[in-house]
């Protein structure tokens, strides 16, 4: 049983883009901060709304972040990511 085996995992290197999508995501966190903190109804629940806003933007970010992985088995070849 000589079966061939070999993995690799390549990070993809991140874009502008990317870098632009994470500045925007940011800059939408503290702006849903300043809206939530100035309307008068939703003061109260401001930092609620903040920390959701920013939770969501922690995920969104880390899906940004991609692997691929290759894996060649007994001449067929996978990508997976």
């Known amino acids: 049983m000589n079966d061939v085996f070999k993995e690799q995992i390549v990070k993809r290197k991140a874009t502008t883009a990317d870098m632009a999508k994470k500045v925007g995501l940011v800059v939408a966190v503290i702006a849903v901060f300043f809206i939530a903190s100035s309307i008068q109804v939703l003061f109260q629940f401001a930092l609620y709304i903040t920390v959701a ?23 067929e070849l996978d990508i997976d990511v």
């Not at 806003?53 to 001449?75: C, D, H, Q, S």
């Open 53 to 75: 806003a920013a939770f969501g933007a922690y995920v969104l970010m880390g899906r940004l972040n991609l692997e691929y992985e290759y894996i060649y088995t007994n001449g």
